[in-house]
Structures are given as structure tokens and as C-alpha cells.
């Protein structure tokens, strides 16, 4: 398993554990709002890795067109 995929992997096992705890409200008020801002940070990291997953397929699938096409 990649570094990456490793990271977007343990980032939304996070993620769900967060949504259980706020969802079942196993979370005291006053921690919501961390759990709330890690919630943001960890969306974030998963959307880059998303967004350069997709750009390196881009990629990929481009070098592999040229190549058919060269």
C-alpha cells in the first residue's frame, strides 16, 4: 500500500469514527468543535490526495495516448 493510500485510508477511518461519536453524540459540547476542525483538516488532506490521484491518471492516460498515437 502507498504512503497516500495509506493516508487517505487511516484519514477517513477518522473521519468515521468522528461522524459516529458526533452522530450517537458521544461528544461533550465543548469537543465538537476540535473534533469539528479535525473533521476539516482530514476532508482536506483526502481531497488533495484525491486531486493528485487524478491528475496522475491524467497523466498516465495522456503518455499512453501519445504513445499510441507516436
Known amino acids: 500500500m502507498s504512503v497516500e493510500n495509506f493516508e487517505y485510508k487511516s484519514s477517513m477511518d477518522r473521519l468515521e469514527t468522528i461522524l459516529e461519536q458526533i452522530d450517537n453524540s458521544e461528544m461533550e459540547i465543548d469537543e465538537l468543535a476540535s473534533a469539528v476542525q ?7 488532506k483526502c481531497r488533495r490526495i484525491l486531486v493528485d490521484t487524478e491528475k496522475n491518471v491524467q497523466e498516465a492516460l495522456a503518455n499512453l495516448e501519445e504513445d499510441a498515437n507516436g
Open 38 to 44: 479535525e473533521a476539516t483538516e482530514l476532508l482536506k
